[in-house]
Structure formats: C-alpha cells, structure tokens
C-alpha cells in the first residue's frame, strides 16, 4: 500500500483489538501477517520465535508500550520495513478481543507520549467486548512505526544468529 498511515488506515478499517489491561491496542488488520496463541509457537532463548519453520524477532508489546503487562496469550506476527528488506516481528500480547472496525477516534497530540510517538495514531472509545474484557480507553496503533531503529538491528542480529 501507498500513502500515509491515515489513508491506508481508511481503506482498511478492520482491526485487531489486542487487550493490554485497561487499555485496547488496535492493529490494523493490512499489517498483520498472522494471529497464533502462545503455545502455538515456540519462544527461544533468543528472543526468536519459531513458527513452523519461520523466524521471527520476539517483542512484548506492553513492555514496549510501557504498559503493565497482562497474561500474554497471543503473538501477531508482522513483517517492518527497513533499510529495503523487510524483518519478521512477532508482537507478544495479551488477549486477542476480536476483529472490529473503530467507530470514530481521535487524533491524538505527538507530545502525549515521549517515546514511540509515531507509534500512537489515534484515541478511540472501547467498544462493548473491549470494555466488558477491561478495556476503558483505545489506542490505534501504526505497528510499522513501533520499532526503533536499535531494535530493528537488532532484531536483524537476532535473527541471523537464529
């Protein structure tokens, strides 16, 4: 896809709603390459996380969000961009709530968080299973931009030392 993060995220509005505590991360669904329980992959030592033959860069996304961390129960698996190859990132994260669409949202200020700006896209109201699962307050995230350059080197690292 083409365009800003805004515009894809029009065309696609489908997305994942992660549950990280009292906040619902919301994945657009265009970027996720796969959604799998915890058990259904194995995590070395490493930090890689082996899919069926597939490596993956393993990150815990509350750690990475400065979040409290639930019970992780999921990973959703990614394929970033950098440097023009892409990297295979697995996202550690806690219940995967549902598939939904956002009903509205609001752009959020860039000095609301000092770190991970570009992460934070825009605020939403949890919809009903979102808050019956915990959720008080949404947050749309651009999962390309999540990683900074330190971590994607050394995910690269990582995963050739896999």
Do not use: Y
């Amino acid at each position: 896809m083409t365009g800003t993060f805004e515009q894809q995220r029009r065309s696609d509005s489908l997305c994942v709603m992660l549950g990280l505590g009292a906040i619902v991360c919301a994945v657009p669904s265009s970027e996720v390459g796969r959604l799998l329980l915890v058990d259904e992959a194995r995590l070395r030592r490493n930090g890689v996380l082996e899919v069926e033959g597939g490596k993956f860069a393993a990150w815990d996304l509350a750690r990475l969000l400065g979040f409290k961390h639930p019970a992780p129960s999921s990973w959703v698996l990614l394929s970033v961009p950098h440097r023009g190859e892409r990297v295979p990132i697995a996202l550690r994260a806690g219940q995967c709530l549902e598939v939904a669409q956002i009903d509205s949202s609001q752009k959020l200020p860039s000095s609301m968080f000092r770190e991970r700006r570009g992460a934070f896209v825009r605020a939403f109201n949890p919809g009903p299973r979102q808050r019956a699962a915990g959720g008080v307050v949404g947050l749309l995230l651009d999962p390309l931009a999540l990683l900074t350059e330190l971590e994607l080197q050394s995910s690269i690292t990582r995963l050739a030392a896999a």
